[in-house]
């Protein structure tokens, strides 16, 4: 695809300090767009910032920090975006993590689960009113068909605080059903707003994460193009609600598309963030 001009338009990519998240900045910033980068630790994002815009040119990147194991910092995040912008025309909850280790977050829940699911759920929400402001805006969730390996979906034991393991298919795989379950819940909600919601598996990428995990196994980070083309494709337009791998539509898991308990995750995560969605229940 070509990187056709995007200027004018706002995206905001979470995670945008190294992996894929700053690479689909890199290739937002040479359509000529508005880049909000957001990242955790502030040298990080701030070089990543300087890299892109000397390779690119594009002087209309920001710089927004944030540690989403924080509902706090993630309300601050979104005071910060609209204290500048007055709409968004996509979002891409890139950012993501994956803990060998049971590691509680700031507000007391398991670090993966606080960080793949709590907090882009919350900002989504909260970033609702500049996505509305936006032209056809999309929103992205970026899970990962590491989901399917999950063996059972411990509804009542979403930190799993018994078993946690260290393997991709327990904390890590329960957090990227998570993200599918909500994808699919947010499009319904949205459903005639305008305001298209999918989620996607990035590849198999050789990032941090993955090298640590299982080694150099995936593609070279400059071939991860999936979340950017999500991002851009008008072929997407008004497309809303779908499971995304390599670039095609696909079925996700059984456990994913049950909708009992996309509602009952749904009631447990506002009741944890206190995030407000349109015509939610």
């Given at each position: 695809?070509?990187?056709?001009?995007?200027?004018?338009?706002?995206?905001?990519?979470?995670?945008?300090?190294?992996g894929?998240?700053k690479?689909?900045?890199?290739?937002?910033?040479?359509?000529?767009?508005?880049?909000?980068?957001?990242?955790?630790?502030?040298?990080?994002?701030?070089?990543?910032?300087?890299?892109?815009?000397?390779?690119?040119?594009?002087?209309?990147?920001?710089?927004?920090?944030?540690?989403?194991?924080?509902?706090?910092?993630?309300?601050?995040?979104?005071?910060?975006?609209?204290?500048?912008?007055?709409?968004?025309?996509?979002?891409?909850?890139?950012?993501?993590?994956?803990?060998?280790?049971?590691?509680?977050?700031?507000?007391?829940?398991?670090?993966?689960?606080?960080?793949?699911?709590?907090?882009?759920?919350?900002?989504?929400?909260?970033?609702?009113?500049?996505?509305?402001?936006?032209?056809?805006?999309?929103?992205?969730?970026?899970?990962?068909?590491?989901?399917?390996?999950?063996?059972?979906?411990?509804?009542?034991?979403?930190n799993?605080?018994?078993?946690?393991?260290?393997?991709?298919?327990?904390?890590?795989?329960?957090?990227?059903?998570?993200e599918?379950?909500?994808?699919?819940?947010?499009?319904?909600?949205?459903?005639?707003?305008?305001?298209?919601?999918?989620?996607?598996?990035?590849?198999?990428?050789?990032?941090?994460?993955?090298?640590?995990?299982?080694?150099?196994?995936?593609?070279?980070?400059?071939?991860?193009?999936?979340e950017?083309?999500?991002?851009?494709?008008?072929?997407?337009?008004?497309?809303?609600?779908?499971?995304?791998?390599?670039?095609?539509?696909?079925?996700?898991?059984?456990?994913?598309?049950?909708?009992?308990?996309?509602?009952?995750?749904?009631?447990?995560?506002?009741?944890?963030?206190g995030?407000?969605?349109?015509?939610?229940?």
């Amino acid at each position: 695809m070509s990187s056709a001009s995007m200027a004018g338009r706002i995206f905001l990519v979470t995670g945008a300090s190294d992996g894929i998240g700053k690479h689909t900045a890199l290739r937002l910033a040479q359509t000529g767009a508005t880049v909000l980068m957001h990242g955790r630790d502030t040298e990080k994002i701030y070089q990543a910032q300087r890299e892109i815009a000397q390779e690119t040119g594009n002087k209309c990147l920001e710089v927004y920090t944030a540690d989403l194991a924080s509902l706090q910092q993630v309300r601050e995040l979104s005071e910060a975006i609209h204290s500048k912008h007055d709409h968004l025309d996509v979002l891409i909850n890139n950012a993501g993590i994956h803990k060998p280790t049971w590691v509680q977050s700031h507000d007391g829940h398991e670090m993966t689960f606080a960080v793949n699911v709590l907090a882009p759920f919350l900002l989504t929400s909260l970033l609702m009113d500049l996505l509305r402001a936006g032209k056809a805006s999309r929103i992205l969730h970026v899970s990962s068909i590491t989901h399917a390996a999950l063996e059972e979906f411990k509804l009542r034991d979403l930190n799993y605080k018994q078993n946690y393991g260290d393997g991709l298919n327990t904390s890590y795989a329960l957090s990227k059903t998570c993200e599918i379950m909500y994808t699919y819940k947010t499009a319904e909600l949205l459903k005639g707003s305008g305001i298209t919601v999918n989620c996607l598996d990035p590849g198999t990428v050789n990032t941090n994460m993955l090298l640590k995990a299982l080694g150099p196994i995936g593609m070279p980070i400059k071939d991860a193009n999936f979340e950017y083309r999500a991002a851009i494709d008008p072929a997407l337009d008004g497309v809303s609600g779908k499971y995304f791998v390599d670039d095609k539509e696909t079925e996700s898991s059984a456990v994913s598309n049950d909708k009992d308990l996309q509602d009952k995750l749904w009631d447990i995560l506002v009741k944890i963030t206190g995030a407000v969605y349109p015509n939610q229940n």
